[in-house]
């Protein structure tokens, strides 16, 4: 099995709750990393296997060893590999390991995972703390401290390494440029004259933050590719903590004040959605939908029943509008809907329906996309 997913969302840790018995090698550490690079027989004598092997992505040349000794021992479970920085190590575990490891993506913590360890968070403070686990573990720790050093000391020495950066203070500037288009539209074009790079130079950094887990690319639903449905994806951050770090909002009360508490609320239901999807294992089959007419809904959930429809909205009072795009898409397009109600995800009280509009509130939203909050359920 191969886990990926940012740094410090609790990936060792999960690991080696699950599979204690199992050895581990951490190639962070220069030591086991020199081994694991230049003598990989005395890597596996000294870590054998069922063995744990963390951050891989320091050492993607190992893959091919692990690949020998999984087609000299066919037995299940034998190698657990970690990584953070998927586009290093994605095109060798795809080469090396096709057909013999599952691939499992994991963010940080979701709210029922927060709640569930008897921390409750409101909206504001949520959006602003993110799901880090480090900043639950124990009292005290400011949110925009922690992801003041989380960006100079990881997500700087992870991006210094690939070729497509040459600029860092750029390519930081571009990144504060994206925080502030948090769910809208993306347009490389317009982002890279801001930040003075080119669009090709936008979209190779955008692949780069995607695969490293800093951002994920809502992409856009349509039945057909017509001129009359909008193509450019949105971009969301995986962690809102990250996102107000990177916008300079340092607390809640400047959060209140801000213009993007709607849409980083919008990112911060989107990954709920999209963590109740990868840990029941499955693929998360979340769009949006927009068109040059201007009907746009938040967030699409597609299944073999249909489609369910949501609209996302920061306040706590029903409102009669937030469901008219949501009706308008399901009289379009009657032949792609599910049997399910259309629903407004906001900040207030459960309804099952107020003008025919079902509203859950936001840390509920398992009940919708999820209906057994697990980490993983992993079969060996």
């Known amino acids: 099995m191969t886990l990926f997913g940012p740094r410090q969302c609790g990936k060792t840790t999960l690991v080696r709750a699950l599979f204690p018995d199992f050895s581990y090698a951490n190639l962070e550490d220069f030591t086991t990393r020199e081994l694991a690079s230049k003598d990989p027989d005395e890597f596996f004598t000294r870590f054998p296997a069922p063995v744990i092997i963390d951050e891989i992505h320091r050492v993607p040349s190992l893959l091919g060893q692990v690949q020998v000794r999984i087609d000299r021992n066919h037995a299940k479970g034998q190698f657990l590999l970690t990584g953070s920085n998927q586009i290093s190590v994605k095109a060798s575990v795809a080469q090396s390991l096709a057909g013999r490891t599952a691939i499992i993506d994991m963010l940080p913590l979701s709210i029922a995972e927060i709640e569930n360890s008897g921390i409750?968070?409101?909206?504001?403070?949520?959006?602003?703390?993110?799901?880090?686990?480090?900043?639950?573990?124990?009292?005290?720790?400011?949110?925009?401290d922690y992801y003041r050093n989380y960006v100079n000391t990881y997500v700087e020495r992870d991006i210094a390494q690939e070729d497509s950066v040459r600029d860092l203070s750029k390519f930081f500037s571009f990144l504060k440029l994206l925080a502030g288009r948090t769910g809208q539209l993306m347009n490389s074009a317009a982002i890279g004259a801001e930040a003075g790079v080119s669009g090709n130079t936008v979209s190779a950094w955008l692949s780069l933050l995607e695969a490293s887990h800093i951002v994920y690319i809502l992409k856009p639903w349509f039945t057909s590719r017509t001129s009359q449905v909008v193509k450019s994806?949105?971009?969301?951050?995986?962690?809102?903590?990250?996102?107000?770090?990177?916008?300079?909002?340092?607390t809640t009360t400047?959060?209140?004040?801000?213009?993007?508490?709607?849409?980083?609320?919008?990112?911060?239901?989107?990954?709920?959605?999209?963590?109740?999807?990868?840990?029941q294992g499955s693929e998360p089959n979340l769009f949006f939908f927009r068109n040059s007419n201007g009907l746009e809904v938040d967030l699409l959930l597609s299944h073999k029943q249909g489609l369910d429809i949501f609209e996302i909205k920061s306040g706590k009072a029903f409102d009669s509008d937030f469901g008219k795009p949501m009706k308008s898409f399901a009289t379009r397009y009657a032949e792609h809907v599910s049997g399910n109600p259309p629903t407004v995800i906001y900040s207030g009280q459960n309804a099952d329906s107020f003008m025919g509009v079902r509203y859950i509130n936001f840390k509920e939203i398992d009940k919708l996309f999820d209906k057994k909050m697990e980490r993983f359920r992993i079969q060996f």
């Open 254 to 279: 400047q959060l209140q004040r801000d213009p993007m508490l709607g849409k980083l609320f919008e990112n911060l239901v989107l990954l709920e959605a999209l963590k109740c999807r990868l840990n």
């Open 120 to 144: 409750s968070l409101d909206r504001d403070e949520q959006i602003l703390a993110g799901g880090m686990p480090f900043l639950f573990a124990e009292s005290g720790h400011s949110p925009f």
């Open 233 to 250: 994806p949105k971009v969301y951050f995986c962690d809102t903590g990250l996102a107000c770090y990177l916008l300079g909002i340092e």
